[in-house]
């Protein structure tokens, strides 16, 4: 058992710091928000992820678990102190070290005993060297300090599962003595470990989550190139799969990556690169091919209709993938400002994302177009004329294709997740946009007709 603290109680810190407990160290969180505190001390997560406010209770009623805003009193006597705070993007692509210069800081002034300091977050190549040099300048008591990188590869709405049962850990370090403190802390997880230097550690986090992002903007690459040429992007991948040396993962095509770290870690390597005088291709494609791909449903239906002015318009999912309440880089916050400016009548569903996205467009009117709140798909689709799928939730997915004919006025269809075989909505009537797959026949426009009229 190690008692660990964990700076930053965001999806990193708190799932790191839960799942710590869950293996029998001593964890305390430390966070400077009191209101958060308090919250996750009543048992409840400040984010929203599965499995997770399970494990804090069941931690915390066993004392393996704490939570502060007393970081002093966290990081005196703690054997390691994991650094989770946010490394967000900066308007030029680089990442911003603010706030963990301010935990290092706190780190130096607070500890009273030697302590391995374990940084999380994603950080430019180098950073941690600077972090270990910058602490051991502010370090108060004469102590042993060393920073190691212990990259994180979880994935939102499967963190906790990911975290326990992840594919490998990474630990960067320069000592042996660094090493074998987080080799024992990681013991009970009974994972593969992976011990490199701390540089090759902090490139493996971006080179992993770079590669992934290359994967999904080249087969969205590919599946606009399907479209044109006729061939249908869902055989193609399948096809692709049984290569052992291509994978059968990440292989979906849809309306572009999004969340809080393949759009964060591109821009980053990218910039990384460009201060090295280095030009990166590969990278600097997949963000390319990501940015136009976010709009290309939008553009579907605008060749389509020629102005969305007037109808109703279903949006169904928010969120930039299902299982989260996250819209960070969502194509939705691209695609709704776009409806609404068309003076489209959106009447938007999200299981979860609803309250995060109603804080940037609240219910009513905005400019010629409005936004209207519903709990349920079918209540979005009834009596609409057009639908966009952004999100893949359960509840979209239980939708048949003769929902989509029998609650629409007109039932046409645009899908940024190729829920729907292309034939069962051919079948069901229904006019069927996709990506990269070829579209159903066109459904009459004569009620689309009469409602864009009456609305000019
Ligand atoms: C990702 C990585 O998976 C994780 O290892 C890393 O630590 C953080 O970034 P996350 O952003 O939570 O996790 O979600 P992920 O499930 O990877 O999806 C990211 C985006 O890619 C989503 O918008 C998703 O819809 C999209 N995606 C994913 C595709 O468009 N196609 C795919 O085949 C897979």
Same mark, same amino acid.
């Given at each position: 058992?190690?008692?660990?603290?964990?700076?930053?109680?965001?999806?990193?810190?708190?799932?790191?710091?839960?799942?710590?407990?869950?293996?029998?160290?001593?964890?305390?969180?430390?966070?400077?928000?009191?209101?958060?505190?308090?919250?996750?001390?009543?048992?409840?997560?400040?984010?929203?992820?599965?499995?997770?406010?399970? /494990?804090?209770?069941?931690?915390?009623?066993?004392?393996?678990?704490?939570?502060?805003?007393?970081?002093?009193?966290?990081?005196?006597?703690?054997?390691?102190?994991?650094?989770?705070?946010?490394?967000?993007?900066?308007?030029?692509?680089?990442?911003?070290?603010?706030?963990?210069?301010?935990?290092?800081?706190?780190?130096?002034?607070?500890?009273?005993?030697?302590?391995?300091?374990?940084?999380?977050?994603?950080?430019?190549?180098?950073?941690?060297?600077?972090?270990?040099?910058?602490?051991?300048?502010?370090?108060?008591?004469?102590?042993?300090?060393?920073?190691?990188?212990?990259?994180?590869?979880?994935?939102?709405?499967?963190?906790?599962?990911?975290?326990?049962?992840?594919?490998?850990?990474?630990?960067?370090?320069?000592?042996?003595?660094?090493?074998?403190?987080?080799?024992?802390?990681?013991?009970?997880?009974?994972?593969?470990?992976?011990?490199?230097?701390?540089?090759?550690?902090?490139?493996?986090?971006?080179?992993?989550?770079?590669? /992934?992002?290359?994967?999904?903007?080249?087969?969205?690459?590919?599946?606009?190139?399907?479209? /044109?040429?006729?061939?249908?992007?869902?055989?193609?991948?399948?096809?692709?799969?049984?290569?052992?040396?291509?994978?059968?993962?990440?292989?979906?095509?849809?309306?572009?990556?999004?969340?809080?770290?393949?759009?964060?870690?591109?821009?980053?390597?990218?910039?990384?690169?460009?201060?090295?005088?280095?030009?990166?291709?590969?990278?600097?494609?997949?963000?390319?091919?990501?940015?136009?791909?976010?709009?290309?449903?939008?553009?579907?239906?605008?060749?389509?209709?020629?102005?969305?002015?007037?109808?109703?318009?279903?949006?169904?999912?928010?969120?930039?993938?299902?299982?989260?309440?996250?819209?960070?880089?969502?194509?939705?916050?691209?695609?709704?400002?776009?409806?609404?400016?068309?003076?489209?009548?959106?009447?938007?569903?999200?299981?979860?994302?609803?309250?995060?996205?109603?804080?940037?467009?609240?219910?009513?009117?905005?400019?010629?177009?409005?936004?209207?709140?519903?709990?349920?798909?079918?209540?979005?689709?009834?009596?609409?004329?057009?639908?966009?799928?952004?999100?893949?939730?359960?509840?979209?997915?239980?939708?048949?294709?003769?929902?989509?004919?029998?609650?629409?006025?007109?039932?046409?269809?645009?899908?940024?997740?190729?829920?729907?075989?292309?034939?069962?909505?051919?079948?069901?009537?229904?006019?069927?946009?996709?990506?990269?797959?070829?579209?159903?026949?066109?459904?009459?426009?004569?009620?689309?007709?009469?409602?864009?009229?009456?609305?000019?």
């Amino acid at each position: 058992m190690n008692k660990i603290a964990v700076a930053g109680t965001g999806y990193v810190g708190l799932v790191a710091g839960v799942c710590f407990a869950e293996k029998g160290h001593q964890v305390t969180c430390v966070d400077i928000d009191e209101r958060k505190v308090e919250l996750m001390k009543s048992g409840k997560s400040p984010i929203y992820e599965e499995g997770l406010e399970e /494990l804090m209770r069941k931690n915390y009623a066993a004392d393996r678990l704490e939570y502060t805003t007393d970081y002093v009193a966290a990081y005196q006597d703690a054997d390691a102190i994991f650094i989770g705070v946010g490394t967000p993007e900066l308007a030029d692509g680089s990442a911003n070290l603010s706030y963990i210069a301010t935990v290092a800081r706190q780190i130096a002034e607070s500890v009273e005993k030697d302590c391995l300091v374990v940084v999380k977050s994603t950080v430019p190549v180098g950073t941690n060297d600077k972090v270990e040099q910058f602490i051991q300048d502010f370090l108060l008591k004469d102590v042993r300090v060393e920073v190691a990188s212990n990259p994180e590869f979880l994935a939102q709405g499967s963190a906790v599962h990911d975290t326990l049962y992840a594919d490998r850990i990474i630990i960067g370090t320069e000592s042996k003595w660094a090493e074998n403190i987080l080799m024992e802390i990681y013991k009970p997880f009974n994972l593969p470990i992976v011990p490199v230097n701390r540089r090759s550690a902090e490139m493996i986090k971006y080179a992993s989550n770079d590669f /992934l992002a290359l994967k999904i903007s080249y087969m969205n690459d590919i599946a606009n190139l399907c479209e /044109l040429v006729g061939a249908d992007i869902q055989d193609v991948a399948k096809g692709m799969s049984f290569d052992d040396r291509i994978g059968n993962k990440f292989l979906n095509a849809g309306i572009g990556y999004g969340g809080s770290c393949f759009p964060k870690d591109t821009k980053a390597l990218d910039y990384i690169a460009k201060q090295q005088g280095y030009d990166l291709k590969t990278v600097k494609a997949a963000i390319d091919v990501n940015t136009d791909q976010k709009t290309v449903l939008f553009k579907k239906a605008r060749n389509r209709l020629i102005t969305l002015s007037g109808l109703k318009v279903a949006v169904l999912g928010l969120t930039f993938k299902p299982g989260t309440d996250d819209l960070r880089e969502a194509a939705s916050l691209e695609n709704v400002p776009l409806l609404l400016e068309q003076g489209a009548n959106i009447y938007a569903f999200d299981p979860v994302g609803r309250d995060n996205f109603e804080k940037v467009y609240p219910e009513g009117q905005h400019g010629t177009g409005s936004i209207t709140y519903v709990d349920s798909p079918q209540k979005a689709l009834d009596n609409a004329n057009v639908c966009f799928i952004f999100t893949e939730w359960g509840e979209v997915k239980a939708l048949s294709p003769s929902d989509y004919k029998n609650l629409m006025r007109t039932p046409l269809v645009f899908d940024g997740r190729n829920i729907y075989s292309v034939l069962n909505m051919e079948e069901a009537a229904v006019e069927y946009h996709s990506i990269g797959r070829k579209a159903t026949q066109r459904v009459k426009k004569e009620s689309l007709k009469n409602d864009l009229q009456t609305s000019r």
